[in-house]
């Protein structure tokens, strides 16, 4: 009964910004830890981001760290991307996922039991 709606995805160009949201359902989402992942064409799926359940311990990948922020609503059980300075190299499938504990390896996508279906997001050059 869990699901993980992501939207917001489209196509900009390089330089510009877009927020992704994840609005999850069939969960305790207050106490869920959640994590932003990308599978661009040929690449294994990559951690992008992370937040805690307490929303106070964050984690980025390398690549995106200083661009992106990844915020949450509890009362409006969504996880946000909010993403700026888009590049080529961007350009991905992006998923938002779910965990109810936390495991050691937050950006690692198997720490995680809930995922949504995915946004694609695209960086024209």
């Not at 009362?75 to 946000?80: E, G, L, P």
């Not at 996922?97 to 024209?124: E, H, I, K, M």
């Amino acid at each position: 009964q869990v699901q993980l709606v992501e939207s917001g995805g489209g196509l900009v160009q390089a330089g510009g910004s877009l927020r992704l949201s994840c609005t999850a359902s069939g969960l305790t989402f207050a106490t869920s830890s959640l994590g932003w992942f990308r599978q661009a064409p040929g690449k294994e799926r990559e951690g992008v981001s992370y937040i805690k359940w307490h929303g106070d311990t964050t984690a980025y990948a390398d690549s995106v760290k200083g661009r992106f922020t990844i915020s949450r609503d509890n009362a409006k059980r969504t996880v946000y991307l909010q993403m700026r300075s888009l590049n080529a190299e961007d350009t991905a499938m992006y998923y938002c996922a779910a965990v109810v504990v936390d495991g050691s390896r937050p950006l690692d996508r198997r720490s995680y039991q809930y995922w949504g279906q995915g946004t694609q997001v695209t960086v024209s050059s």
